[in-house]
């Protein structure tokens, strides 16, 4: 399986620290050594880094840890391959656009022999994750011919995972620039961070940073990972089904694909959303 992380912020903020603790586990803390990729947006734009190689050897990735390039929204993942070959066209994150906007999308887990829907979209590498993108898309593209409500975005998103998830694992994210939608169907974390800040130490290697120095009273930044990245700090476990719409830093919205075992297999529905937790 593959790691995934995300950030979503209220104001332009880099993800240094963290991406210092993930990377570790692209090869060296972890098994994960068959490329990594990040993407940033800014304003309209992405700027996207990718890389076949292990991600804490890359010098590609020695770059990201340094050079701290500020966003609202980020999505990282890095690789351990089981469908599709070590390449940069199956590294993720995968983008297209649709309705004048750039969707970023990460993926963890397998289904097996997964192909797209008919439609615009379809896969460049080989991999299951970019075809489960390229049909979310032809699925959003298929309903609507202009861009929809957030809400009416959600119902297709929700039902399309609810359908993927009877098939296999399905940890996602996903992004337009605008807000960052995170399902959990085995694994994921998440920690927002607001005032009084304080210091946290990462995992994977001995780095610590004192929050309170890099940030004002107003800043809420959210980070979502597969694993948490830091030890002195209290991370919320995501319950399998459970799904989030997060912008600047805040849950918008969830709701949870509820799945169970039964004779014939996994099955999920789609319950409705719920107002968000508190952070």
């Not at 979503?8 to 050594?33: E, W, Y």
């Not at 999308?105 to 379809?122: K, L, M, R, S, V």
């Not at 080989?126 to 957030?150: K, V, W, Y």
């Not at 002195?232 to 919205?253: D, I, K, T, Y």
Request: aromatic content about 10%.
């Amino acid at each position: 399986m593959c790691e995934l992380m995300g950030m979503s912020a209220n104001v332009p903020t880099d993800i240094c620290f963290s991406f210092s603790g993930l990377m570790q586990r692209g090869g060296k803390t972890g098994p994960h050594c068959d490329g990594w990729g990040v993407a940033f947006y800014e304003g309209k734009g992405v700027r996207s880094f990718h890389d076949p190689a292990p991600c804490h050897s890359s010098a590609v990735a020695q770059l990201i840890e340094s050079y701290p390039i500020k966003s609202e929204n980020v999505i990282c993942h890095i690789r351990q391959a089981n469908v599709g070959r070590v390449s940069l066209a199956n590294t993720h994150p995968f983008t297209r656009e649709l309705w004048g906007q750039y969707w970023t999308f990460a993926h963890n887990g397998q289904i097996n022999d997964f192909e797209a829907g008919p439609g615009p979209f379809q896969p460049v590498g080989n991999t299951d994750s970019e075809a489960i993108f390229c049909d979310l898309l032809n699925r959003l593209r298929g309903r609507f011919a202009e861009q929809p409500s957030q809400s009416e975005v959600l119902d297709c998103l929700t039902a399309a995972c609810a359908e993927y998830s009877t098939r296999g694992v399905c940890n996602v994210l996903l992004s337009n620039g605008e807000w960052l939608f995170t399902l959990c169907s085995t694994k994921l974390a998440w920690i927002t961070r607001r005032a009084p800040f304080g210091p946290a130490h990462l995992r994977d290697v001995e780095m610590a940073v004192d929050f309170q120095e890099h940030t004002t009273p107003n800043d809420v930044v959210t980070v979502i990972a597969t694993e948490p990245l830091t030890t002195n700090e209290q991370w919320h476990a995501c319950r399998p089904g459970e799904w989030h719409l997060w912008q600047g830093g805040e849950s918008v919205r969830q709701g949870r694909l509820a799945s169970f075992q039964s004779g014939d297999g996994r099955r999920s529905v789609c319950l409705n959303s719920q107002p968000p937790t508190s952070s």
